[in-house]
C-alpha cells in the first residue's frame, strides 16, 4: 500500500527535474542564439547529406523485404539458436532479423508486437536489448564509407558491433536466475528450405498489401523514419553544444568526445571520426559510442517499447556493457587486420560541419545539396551488399538449425 506514494513521489520529482531541464536549455539557448543555430544547422547538414541519401534507399527496401515476408522467414530459421543461446521469448528471432536489418527503433516495435504474456520479464528484457542496434547501413555506409572514408572499417566495425551485442546478451543471460522454467527448444525436423517458405508464405499472407501499396507505404515509412531521426540529431546536437559551453575551455579537450558520444551515436562517432587520427583508439571509441547507443536511442525505446520496455536500469547496465565489450573487442581484434583497417580509402562525401559557422547560413545552406547525392547510387549498392552481414548471421544458425535436427 506504500508503494503508490513513493512511486507517485518519484513521478512528481522526475516531472520536475525534466521541465527544470528543459526550462534551463530554453534559457540558454536565449542566451547563446548564435552557437544554438550554428548546432542545428551542423545536424542538419549532417542528416540531409550523409544520412538521407545513405539510409532512404536503404530503408524503403528493407520495409519492402519485411513486407514480402522475408524478414519473418529468416527470423524463422535464425529463432531456435537465438533461443538456445539468449532465452528469448517465442517469436523473437523475427524481432531480431528485424533489428540487424531495419536497426533502431524498428527492431524495439518488432519486439514489442511480439513478445507476449506468457513471456518472462527477463527474457522480454533481453530480446528488446539484442534487437534494440544499429542498421549495417548506418554502420558500414554512413560510418565506414561516410565518415572514415573506409568500407573496410565499417565493416570491421559491424561485426565488432554484432558479436559484442551477441556476448553482452548472452552474459545478461548468465546472471540472470530469476527467470521461470522455459521449454527446451526443438530445431524441428523439417528442412531449413521448408521452414523458410512456410514461414514466408505465413508472412506474405499476414501482411496482404499489393506491390504498389507495399512500396508506397515503404517509402512513407522511411521517410517518416528519417525525419524522426533529423529532430533527435537537431536537438541532441544543440544540446550538446549548449553543456559544452558550460564546461571549462568550451567543451574542448576531452569533453569534444564524451558529451556527443553520450547524448547521441551519430554525433558520437561523427565526433571521434572527424577530430581524431585514424588509430585503433578511434575505432575503439566509435565502435563504444554506437554500443552505448547514447540517451537519444534509449529514450526512443522507452517510447517505441510502452508498457514492455525494460526499466532504465536494466538498459544503462546493458548499454554500458555492450560499449565496454565493444571498446575491447576493437583492441582485442583489430591487430589481426593490420594496417588494411587504418589505411586511407577514397575522398568520401562527409560533410565538414564548422564551415557552417566559417562561411555563413547563405553559403552553409546552398551546401546543404552537396555530398552524398552525387554517390545515392553507389550508397544504395553498398547499403544492399551490407544486408549481406545479417543474414550471414542467419545463415549460420540455419547450420546449427540443420545439425541438431540430425542429433
Not at 529463432?79 to 532465452?87: H, I, M, N
Not at 534509449?298 to 532504465?312: E, F, I, N, R, W
Amino acid at each position: 500500500m506504500q508503494r503508490q506514494p513513493i512511486n507517485l513521489a518519484r513521478s512528481r520529482a522526475a516531472t520536475a527535474l525534466l521541465g527544470g531541464l528543459a526550462l534551463m536549455l530554453v534559457v540558454l539557448i536565449l542566451a547563446y542564439p548564435d552557437d544554438a543555430f550554428q548546432a542545428s544547422l551542423g545536424a542538419l547538414r549532417l542528416w540531409w547529406t550523409v544520412l538521407v541519401p545513405a539510409l532512404l534507399p536503404y530503408l524503403a527496401v528493407v520495409e519492402l523485404f519485411a513486407g514480402f515476408g522475408l524478414v519473418r522467414a529468416f527470423g524463422a530459421l535464425a529463432e531456435p539458436l537465438l533461443r538456445t543461446l539468449f532465452r528469448l521469448p517465442p517469436g523473437g528471432g523475427r524481432a531480431v532479423v528485424a533489428g540487424l536489418l531495419g536497426g533502431f527503433p524498428q527492431g524495439a516495435a518488432a519486439a514489442r508486437r511480439l513478445v507476449g504474456e506468457t513471456s518472462t520479464r527477463q527474457s522480454r528484457d533481453r530480446l528488446f536489448q539484442l534487437s534494440q542496434l544499429c542498421s549495417p547501413a548506418l554502420l558500414i555506409t554512413v560510418v565506414g564509407a561516410g565518415f572514415l572514408h573506409s568500407v573496410r572499417a565499417g565493416v570491421f566495425l559491424a561485426a565488432v558491433h554484432y558479436l559484442s551485442a551477441g556476448a553482452a546478451v548472452w552474459l545478461s543471460r548468465l546472471v540472470q536466475t530469476d527467470d521461470a522454467p522455459q521449454a527446451e527448444v526443438s530445431p524441428g525436423r523439417e528442412k531449413p528450405a521448408e521452414t523458410f517458405l512456410a514461414a514466408l508464405q505465413a508472412g506474405r499472407r499476414e501482411d496482404g498489401r499489393s506491390f504498389g501499396q507495399l512500396l508506397g507505404d515503404a517509402v512513407t515509412a522511411s521517410i517518416q523514419a528519417l525525419f524522426s531521426l533529423s529532430g533527435f540529431l537537431i536537438l541532441f546536437s544543440v544540446l550538446a553544444r549548449m553543456i559544452s559551453l558550460q564546461l571549462p575551455e568550451g567543451g574542448v579537450g576531452r569533453w569534444f568526445l564524451l558529451i556527443p558520444g553520450l547524448l547521441e551515436p551519430h554525433l558520437g562517432a561523427y565526433a571521434a571520426a572527424t577530430r581524431m587520427e585514424p588509430s585503433t583508439l578511434q575505432l575503439g571509441i566509435i565502435a563504444a559510442a554506437l554500443a552505448w547507443g547514447g540517451f537519444s536511442q534509449m529514450l526512443q525505446l522507452k517510447a517505441v517499447a510502452g508498457s514492455s520496455s525494460p526499466g532504465y536500469r536494466t538498459i544503462l547496465t546493458g548499454r554500458f556493457l555492450h560499449a565496454l565489450l565493444a571498446f575491447g573487442m576493437t583492441f582485442a581484434v583489430a591487430p589481426l587486420a593490420g594496417s588494411l583497417l587504418l589505411s586511407p580509402g577514397a575522398p568520401g562525401f562527409t560533410p565538414t560541419l564548422a564551415d557552417s559557422a566559417a562561411s555563413g547560413p547563405v553559403t552553409a545552406l546552398g551546401a546543404l545539396f552537396a555530398g552524398g547525392w552525387a554517390t545515392l547510387y553507389q550508397s544504395l549498392r553498398l547499403s544492399l551488399a551490407a544486408a549481406a552481414l545479417p543474414l550471414g548471421i542467419v545463415a549460420f544458425c540455419c547450420l546449427f538449425r540443420k545439425k541438431a535436427a540430425q542429433r
